[in-house]
């Protein structure tokens, strides 16, 4: 079976995934990167106000 691309081209490696576009391929990692952070983020800053003992009972 032969490969086509939407354009047409049937040469080896010349693959080109016209159904998701460029922007929603970065948008995605982009995206777990700044909602990790924030999850990481709010229990860390959340800890840093409380004094080590309640900290430790806590757990």
């Not at 990692?29 to 106000?49: I, N, S």
């Amino acid at each position: 079976m032969q490969h086509v691309s939407a354009t047409g081209d049937t040469r080896a490696g010349a693959y080109r995934n016209d159904l998701v576009p460029p922007e929603q391929t970065a948008a995605g990692p982009v995206t777990a990167v700044v909602v990790g952070a924030l999850a990481g983020l709010y229990p860390a800053l959340r800890a840093a106000r409380m004094s080590p003992t309640n900290a430790l009972r806590m757990s």
